[in-house]
């Protein structure tokens, strides 16, 4: 078993867990067992038991592939202790990946090519032009304080894996988003959308109610 079978089926056991703590948590119950035992022995149950002389895992994984590096190296904060999750993106940073990063790179898919003229998945097998904007943006966010060390660590880390060739996909862009991945980021800037508009709802509201008690 090569390094990609091994990283896409441990990613595989770490969704498990994650999802597992995650029910855990909706039902209010956020206190693990030493060690996370009944996260781990589940993920560990579907890396080594077979079915049909496949391991759940390999099903899982011809499911819905492997995740990318960034999405794995969340879910293992996550996972693990929570709290050392990096910072939630800001509103304007969600909307940007989803303009910029998210329907370019997925709409092409669904929709005839003739409306796009530039394939840009395609542009992650020769990643130069990612890399350079890759940096551009990093740098640019450190000198506005946009970023923290833990994105820092964590894009640094996907390159390094992408060096290493960790996953069977040469592709540039599956060490750093996935689908999953833009679809939680485009649902946190509908989020952050809904909340603008409902504060400004409730300001606009409290502006025009009169004072009460008001004499004439």
């Not at 896409?8 to 039902?27: D, K």
């Not at 579907?46 to 592939?65: D, F, K, M, Q, T």
């Amino acid at each position: 078993m090569n390094a990609h079978a091994i990283y896409g089926l441990v990613a595989q056991g770490v969704i498990v867990a994650m999802v597992i703590r995650f029910v855990r948590e909706i039902f209010g119950r956020k206190c693990l067992a030493r060690f996370g035992m009944e996260l781990w022995i589940p993920a560990t149950i579907v890396l080594l038991v077979p079915i049909v002389e496949v391991s759940i895992a390999g099903h899982l994984r011809g499911l819905w592939g492997d995740p990318s590096i960034v999405t794995f190296l969340l879910l293992v904060l996550y996972t693990v202790r929570p709290s050392s999750l990096p910072s939630r993106p800001r509103f304007s940073t969600c909307v940007l990946v989803s303009l910029f990063v998210m329907v370019p790179l997925y709409l092409p898919l669904f929709v005839a090519n003739s409306f796009f003229q530039v394939d840009t998945y395609s542009l992650g097998w020769q990643p130069n032009w990612i890399l350079v904007a890759l940096a551009v943006i990093v740098v640019v966010s450190i000198a506005l304080r946009a970023i923290t060390p833990q994105w820092i660590n964590i894009i640094a880390v996907a390159l390094i894996a992408y060096g290493a060739g960790l996953m069977e996909s040469e592709n540039l862009w599956d060490y750093l988003v996935d689908p999953g991945l833009l679809l939680t980021i485009a649902y946190l800037a509908f989020e952050g959308m809904s909340a603008r508009f409902r504060s400004h709802t409730l300001i606009a509201e409290s502006n025009n109610e009169k004072p009460k008690g008001a004499k004439i």
